[in-house]
């Protein structure tokens, strides 16, 4: 296994690959919840990325792309295990006992992980001022933008048991970062669409059974599932896997990990915006300012990446001429 260098890619489909992981996946908060209305969680991971898998898997076939090539579907399941089972697993299990507050504050340190995890990139990332700045900042404003339930939280009798929900929830985020680094440092031939459609696929393979284990398939009323439950099952296939989660492994493969890990500050963001508007959820101004600073910090840690980029341009050409 090689290390792989950052590809070239189009601006133009770069920021709608980051538009769709930005606003979709901060979707999904709302749609999971929809979705849990009526499906078991571990049954609802399995039917997500079993289907997602399965169609991204036949239209590449159809395509004419080969998707039986052992290498790469090792290399896959690797990557779908950190990323899906366990970094994914962990959310939706842990969701049954914590407040949503809190698991969007733990799944938001793991733009913090990828900094201490990417070892090919140490020098540059802890050399560049503004993306450290940029990533303890974010961070910070989350916690701000959720410091009223956390004190919530803190304040009752039951504080103490959220704890290993808590640890679990870390794991979690730094399984997720080394899952990310490992598609990006260790590329497989192949496109990314095939390399996608497995990692779903292996994730829904382990959810499965795990589903079977902890005995939700089994007294399932299937026709008792509302209607908004199966349209949410839906959103979360197409959008959420096939698209959002394909956009994310090609950034990973176009874009610096630090930048790409700043979908952990932005889909809170987009969370609590659509609450606002579509759950007449109430928003005040602290957290207004945790979203301002949150937003601030992604647009630093942005513009440190292309400036520095734009630098290294000049310098190859004027070394060139």
């Known amino acids: 296994m090689a290390l792989t260098s950052q590809k070239s890619a189009s601006p133009l489909l770069v920021i709608i690959a980051f538009a769709t992981v930005y606003l979709v996946w901060g979707s999904t908060y709302f749609f999971i919840k929809m979705a849990v209305d009526g499906f078991p969680p571990l049954l609802l991971g399995a039917l997500r990325f079993l289907t997602a898998g399965i169609l991204l898997l036949t239209w590449s076939a159809i395509k004419g792309e080969k998707v039986f090539i052992k290498r790469n579907i090792i290399h896959a399941a690797v990557t ?3 990323l899906l089972v366990i970094g994914n697993g962990v959310v939706i299990w842990v969701e049954q006992t914590l407040p949503s507050a809190m698991v969007a504050i733990m799944v938001s340190s793991a733009p913090i992980w990828f900094v201490l995890f990417d070892k090919p990139n140490w020098r540059a990332n802890f050399k560049n001022t503004s993306t450290i700045i940029g990533l303890i900042i974010g961070f910070a404003g989350v916690i701000l933008l959720f410091s009223e339930q956390i004190g919530n939280l803190f304040g009752s009798s039951t504080a103490g048991a959220k704890v290993p929900g808590m640890i679990l929830l870390l794991v979690g985020a730094m399984s997720w970062a080394a899952g990310s680094l490992y598609s990006k440092h260790y590329n497989t031939q192949g496109s990314a669409q095939v390399n996608t459609a497995w990692q779903m ?6 959810f499965l059974p795990s589903s079977f284990l902890n005995h939700e398939v089994q007294g399932l ?6 209607a908004h439950s199966w349209y949410a099952l839906l959103y979360l296939i197409v959008f959420g896997s096939i698209a959002a989660f394909s956009a994310y492994v090609w950034l990973l493969q176009v ?7 700043t979908y ?7 969370a609590v915006i659509l609450g606002v508007l579509f759950a007449q959820e109430s928003i005040t101004l602290l957290q207004i ?10 647009l630093l840690i942005n513009l440190s990446k292309y400036r520095k980029e734009k630098q290294a341009k000049i310098e190859l050409i004027s070394a060139v001429e």
């Open 80 to 82: 779908g295990f950190l």
């Open 201 to 206: 696929l292996v994730a829904g393979f382990v």
């Open 221 to 226: 009323q299937w026709q008792n599932i509302p």
């Open 255 to 261: 874009r610096p990990a630090t930048q790409v890990s």
């Open 264 to 270: 952990a500050y932005v889909n809170p963001v987009i």
């Open 289 to 298: 300012s945790g979203l301002a600073i949150i937003l601030g910090s992604v």
